[in-house]
């Protein structure tokens, strides 16, 4: 075992050398690769980022190099965009060819079993999943979810009185991931948005956050996920080649398959749940629920395994609509109360804004009633410190990675095709040429009609301002 064990490594290393060679003579062929920092042979740029808290590096780089830059993170080439200007000019203007996603293995067909959409390729099934998701997330239904989320927004202020206080005693448990005390105020946050994903997705409320191991479960799913899907984290990832060693020279097969198996034990639960409810009568409300009882109408009830059917339909197999929902949930759960307890920490961290949005409110609102949609409109102070939350930490760092499907050429620097390409949100929101003292809190950035900014929400929540 000894000797195939080093004869493999062996292969291995020469496998990647090799490819480092070729990968290094095309790139000087074509030339004109946007300017980046000096990597090492093999690794290049990958010892130099932190792949959990790469936009700091992303930050100096941008800096140093300007609105786009290119590093070496082992075999693949990355393509980072600074600026709105080159991020809109490439993942929207020419987001035909930037449309797909990277091959990240671990995350993707380890992780996933290649059935999260926002890891797929741009395939068919991807279109589906796009397809379907549009009866519930584009603004007319969604806007239906609106007395939920006031409802939410009650139990949420309920749960702030009771419970806020606890989080200034010694007594609370850690909860199960460590990072989040199971007491801690913050875990009220994550109890609200959770709830109002889950109702949008399930039918059901996650009705308490004091001892509700389902809630720390999602969560766990979502950590796990980021963890697998950070570019850099895995050699497999970077190293294609790796892929084909034995189990016992790749524990990350055995880590993404197990990862794999207990995420299903949650998305696989909750949608077996739904279709137990239907089954038995019980009526539900909710995404699944509504998509397997038409799925069941077209004869379809019963339909495990992975992708969608060959049909002119494509109706979602259950293990991609487990996967199809999760996604829904990830992507609303735990963005929303992160940008909620960024907020609440910059207002306590800036009374003078804290004290005049409440002036706002209470000439606005008054002390009778409760703020409602109605009145967004009139609140533009409280809304310039939202926008401003959300320049400062924005709920995804790097965005959604992309990748060139064929060469092109932005600004005279040559993209390779399969090169992965970043939009560095971070950075674009800290751009100085946009922004005058981009690391302070100044609401007055959007509250100002006269700045000339405005905030839009551009794919993958670049969150351009313009």
Sequence with gaps: MDVLSRESALLAGIAIFTLYLLHSVRARRKGGLPPGPPGIPILGNLLQLNPLRPHPTYLKWAQK???IFSIKLGMQRVIVLNTAEVADELLVTRSKLYSSRPDLHVASDLVSDGQRMVLMANNRELKIARRTLQGILSPGPSKKMRNMQDLESRVLLRDLVVHGDSSLTETFTEGPHGEVPERHWF????RYTTSIVMSLSYGQRMNRFLDNPDLHKVYEAMSVFMHASEPGNYLADVFPILRRLPDILAPWRKEGRRMHEWQMGLWGKLLDECSSDIAKGIARTGFVSDYLRARAEAGLGDLPGNGATDDGVGWMRDKFL?????SVLEAGSDSSSTVMFSFILFMLSNPDALQRAREEMDRVIGPDRMP???????????VACIKETLRIRPPFISGLPHVAEEDDVYNGYFIPKGSMVIGNVYGIHMDPARYLNPSMFDPERFYNADSGLQWNSGPDSQNRAK
Aim: hydrophobic share 40%.
């Design 65 to 67: 190099y300007g609105p």
């Design 372 to 382: 409602g949609w109605e009145d967004e409109d009139r609140l533009p102070w409280l």
């Design 187 to 190: 875990s009220v946050f994550r």
């Design 322 to 326: 487990a996967y199809t929902a999760a």
